[in-house]
């Protein structure tokens, strides 16, 4: 089967309903049909200059988030970046057929670096988007499921394996798409619609997986509307509505249709009250999972070992391939 691969950054205690919603939903759904890998980007989340206990710890709870969620670790292969060396080596070589200008149109990079100050940056931050490009080519990956905010990363991961293979031969690297459900991709912060749900907002915005339920549900019935009563689907018009619309239908399994025509002449605070309690019931069996593959680190270690295994094994051959293509004397 064809091969896809994704990877969430660990860098909070829990990941957000953004990431459920626009990527692991996705993960789960494609790991039947795909040869399926599934990283945990630790190395990625080294950017942000972690507290080293901290990220450790949130290395493991990101996986065991992956797990609770559905990643079936029979059917994908769960492991984190940095026990697979050769996503560094291959981020080097691919570093060197990038453009300064190319990286410097990142606008996450732009974003990121804005706050911080150019002081505060560091050019780990800016040569991220390579080493995203390296998790991928890396394991010669047909599709990647993503949220719309990854949309340029891909760009310019499809960029680099073309040009690999303008300067090295055709079958130097497989050309990736990105996988971005129009419908799920996208989830907004619920006190700015305007906004996607992120991670850095520490507010009543964003939905935690691992927060209290309760407090998750409170969030929901505070999400801020739009003017007018209708409730419909439309983003531009109506962003907030539009936004709870997306979260009630992927954690239903509804189609937004049906979900609207349910809604036919009720009001916004209807569907915010149902919404938390679907929220609720969406979380709290969650976290029990989740809590439950906490509870034996060894085992969760053994899975995450299996993973990377598996990935080194299709790695050091991809790997091999392109030193080989570049020029790179092989050792003997
Ligand atoms: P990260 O860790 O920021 O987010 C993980 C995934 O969640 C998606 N996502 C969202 N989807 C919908 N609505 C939202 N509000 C929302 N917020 C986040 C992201 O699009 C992503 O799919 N650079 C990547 C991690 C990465 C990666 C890779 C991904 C590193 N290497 C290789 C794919 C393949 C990132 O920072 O995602």
């Given at each position: 089967p064809p091969r896809i691969l994704s990877g969430m950054q660990p860098t909070e205690d829990s990941l957000t309903l953004g990431n459920y919603v626009g990527?692991?939903?996705?993960?789960?759904?494609?790991?039947?049909?795909?040869?399926?890998?599934?990283?945990?980007?630790?190395?990625?989340?080294?950017?942000?200059?972690?507290?080293?206990?901290?990220?450790?710890?949130r290395t493991r709870r990101t996986a065991a988030q992956y797990l609770a969620a559905g990643?079936?670790?029979?059917?994908?292969?769960?492991?984190?970046?940095?026990?697979?060396?050769?996503?560094?080596?291959?981020?080097?070589?691919?570093?060197?057929?990038?453009?300064?200008?190319?990286?410097?149109?990142?606008?996450?990079?732009?974003?990121?670096?804005?706050?911080?100050?150019?002081?505060?940056?560091?050019?780990?931050?800016?040569?991220?988007?390579?080493?995203m490009a390296a998790d991928i080519l890396l394991y010669d990956a047909e599709l990647v499921p993503v949220g719309e905010d990854?949309?340029?990363?891909?760009?310019?991961?499809?960029?680099?394996?073309?040009?690999?293979?303008?300067?090295f031969g055709g079958d130097t690297a497989v050309v990736p798409e990105a996988h971005i459900v129009r419908a799920l991709a996208k989830v907004q912060d619920l006190q700015d619609p305007?906004?996607?749900?992120?991670?850095?907002?520490l507010g009543k915005g964003t939905i935690?997986?691992?927060?209290?339920?309760?407090?998750?549900?409170?969030?929901?019935?505070?999400?801020?509307?739009?003017?007018?009563?209708?409730?419909?689907y439309d983003p531009v018009a109506k962003p907030g509505v539009s936004n709870l619309l997306t979260i009630f239908s992927a954690l239903t399994g509804r189609p937004i249709e049906t979900v609207v025509k349910d809604y036919d002449g009720k009001m916004y605070g209807h569907l915010k009250v149902d919404l938390a309690e679907v929220v609720v019931d969406f979380l709290t069996p969650l976290q029990a999972r989740v809590d439950e593959y906490l509870s034996d680190p060894h085992e969760?270690?053994?899975?995450?070992?299996?993973?990377?295994?598996?990935?080194?094994?299709i790695a050091r051959g991809t790997l091999a391939r392109v030193y080989d293509k570049v020029g790179l004397l092989p050792a003997r």
């Open positions: 990527a692991l939903t996705q993960w789960v759904a494609l790991q039947d049909s795909y040869d399926a890998l599934y990283c945990v980007v630790d190395l990625h989340a080294l950017t942000v200059q972690p507290d080293p206990a901290r990220l450790r710890d990643v079936d670790p029979l059917r994908s292969a769960l492991f984190v970046q940095s026990h697979v060396p050769e996503h560094a080596e291959l981020a080097w070589v691919l570093s060197c057929l990038t453009g300064f200008g190319e990286a410097s149109r990142m606008t996450q990079f732009k974003d990121k670096s804005a706050k911080q100050g150019s002081d505060g940056t560091t050019v780990g931050l800016f040569t991220y988007p390579v080493l990854q949309r340029q990363h891909l760009e310019l991961t499809r960029d680099l394996a073309e040009r690999l293979n303008q300067r305007t906004r996607k749900m992120s991670k850095t907002e935690w997986l691992l927060e209290d339920p309760k407090a998750a549900a409170k969030k929901i019935r505070g999400a801020v509307t739009d003017d007018g009563s209708e409730i419909a969760l270690d053994a899975v995450l070992a299996q993973g990377a295994d598996r990935a080194r094994e």
